[in-house]
């Protein structure tokens, strides 16, 4: 038996699991169903291209709506490795705006508005160029500028002030609109994964024990507490028992579910399933929200994007400029510049933002372009107003969860999606890039209109891959959990991870899930003190 058992050692239990250790007279045992962050592809940020589309990742059917049926199922993947998302992602450091989190707290999620959960943000982080009033130093999360920026990357922000957007020195600021250079999770030409920021320093504590290749199945019940976890390692079922608190961060997908094989959840549907309901917690599985983002590939006049580094002899050249010196494209996650702008002019702060992807091809889903030169403007509607759910096909922990994002069910989101296309459009269209690009190959070249813009979105548009809302945090009837992360009538059991969060941030939520953990512990590590 252990004191605390955290499920998922993805950012938010990496961190969890982390910090609970730091009090050496608790034992903590962390859970994670993929491989140790062994792979080198992991560790070095141009490596991206690999992680986003490798064996790390964990794929998983989602159900189109009539709208979006296509001739493919469409998949979306989880991270299946320690540190999830922050070992395989391409380490953009974005928190959304004030606005986010204050409309958390409007709805219920008290002590989490703006003021409650940046002393948590700057307790995270290590930044190496800002020490401000939102900016902090000296925590475990490396967080830098890009080592190396591409020439088509300030081509491109010439482009966006062409067009009219202001240069943005800080996104995290507050204020993210304009163009400008992604900081990201990195530290000394490194990634700064969850993994290896937070477990790394934890390694030699005794009462840290990190269970790697292990799958929960089921959260061990006795009457209303959670009191363990039933696991499958090396193809034989186990359990361990928890004295103080188990605590579930499996994410958005993965979280919901194991409620659910648990017996909590919407009783009707568990019922359905053969699964005797412990607690009926409608909730659980609902309000699943995601980004989705479409991706405008352009055809280039020669080698000016990173493709040319696909050819081997300059794929030696990068690999010994960063051996030797930890610079050059292999220090780049790629994805250096960006922006946040309206589509919706309507709308209080940004709700579209753009990522200039300089090659083709890196992302999983973005084609190559002929000749082999290309660069890609990838951008993503980050206010999304339709909702979808997780629930399961049956009660066997070895079945997929049936997972209905509803993408486009809200008229609202696609319409923004096409602005944001629109704008970008235009973007690419100015000046500063009219030598550098030879055509556009996705959508085809030829000029289109809005509804052929509209079209080609709902065929083409992917999964930003950033589910969450799927236990939501509150004090309604359709919350999961409470302010405090407690499931709503159960002892012994919270959940932490991008599942809590009522609303999605507007932006890439890595370094929100790790100041979830940030503040996650601090509520644990309360309630053991006072308990």
């Known amino acids: 038996m252990v004191d605390f058992i955290v499920i998922g050692g993805g950012s938010t239990g990496c961190t969890i699991a982390s910090r609970l250790s730091e009090d050496a007279s608790a034992s903590v045992v962390l859970f994670e169903e993929g491989p140790r962050d062994r792979s080198p592809y992991i560790h ?193 079922h186990q359990v361990m028992h928890a004295a103080k608190e188990v605590i579930l961060s499996a994410g958005a997908i993965n979280s919901p579910r194991l409620l659910m094989l648990s017996g909590i959840g919407p009783a009707a549907h568990l019922e359905k399933q053969g699964i005797r309901a412990i607690q009926d917690v409608p909730g659980v599985g609902q309000n699943l929200q995601d980004h989705i983002e479409i991706s405008l590939v352009y055809e280039l006049t020669g080698p000016h994007s990173y493709d040319k580094y696909k050819k081997l002899h300059w794929k030696a050249v990068a690999g010994l400029q960063y051996a030797l010196f930890r610079q050059g494209p292999a220090a780049s996650n790629l994805i250096e510049g960006g922006a946040f702008w309206w589509g919706d002019k309507a709308s209080t702060n940004p709700d579209i933002q753009y990522f200039m992807v300089v090659g083709a091809g890196i992302e999983e889903g973005v084609d190559s372009v002929p000749g082999g030169n290309g660069c890609t403007l990838n951008l993503g509607q980050i206010r999304p107003r339709s909702r979808g759910y997780v629930e399961l096909y049956s009660s066997d922990p070895s079945s997929p969860p049936r997972i209905v994002p509803n993408y486009f069910s809200d008229p609202y989101d696609i319409e923004a999606l096409v602005d944001g296309c629109m704008v970008g459009e235009e973007i690419m269209s100015q000046a500063a890039f009219k030598p550098y690009i030879a055509r556009r190959h996705v959508p085809d070249g030829a000029q289109r209109t809005r509804a052929e813009m509209k079209a080609f979105c709902i065929e083409h548009a992917h999964a930003a891959l950033h589910p969450s809302g799927t236990c939501r945090m509150g004090v309604d009837a359709q919350s999961v959990v409470g302010p405090d992360l407690k499931v709503h009538g159960i002892q012994g059991l919270r959940v932490a991870d991008a599942s809590i969060m009522p609303t999605l941030i507007s932006g890439n939520p890595n370094s929100v899930c790790i100041m979830i953990g940030e503040k996650a512990a601090d509520l644990i590590r309360r309630d053991a003190h006072t308990g």
């Open 44 to 236: 070095i940020p141009g490596a991206y291209y690999k992680t986003a589309q490798g064996p790390l990742l964990k794929r998983y059917e989602w159900e189109p709506t009539d709208e979006q049926r296509r001739t493919e199922t469409p998949t979306m993947v989880q991270a299946s490795v320690l540190g999830g998302g922050s070992s395989v992602n391409a380490m953009i450091y974005i928190r959304g705006v004030p606005a986010d989190y204050d409309g958390w707290a409007a709805q219920g999620a008290a002590g989490w508005s703006y003021k409650d959960v940046l002393p948590y943000f700057k307790k995270a982080e290590d930044n190496e160029r800002f020490c401000n009033d939102v900016h902090g130093v000296g925590g475990p999360l490396g967080v830098s500028d890009p080592i190396n920026v591409h020439p088509l990357t300030k081509v491109w922000l010439q482009a966006c002030q062409q067009y009219g957007l202001p240069y943005n020195e800080d996104f995290n600021s507050g204020t993210p609109q304009g163009c400008g250079l992604y900081q990201i999770t990195a530290k000394n030409g490194w990634r700064s994964s969850a993994a290896v920021a937070y477990l790394t320093p934890a390694r030699a504590r005794k009462n840290l024990t990190v269970k790697t290749s292990c799958k929960v199945l089921r959260i061990l019940m006795q009457g209303t507490k959670a009191v363990g976890v039933e696991y499958m390692q090396d193809g034989k």
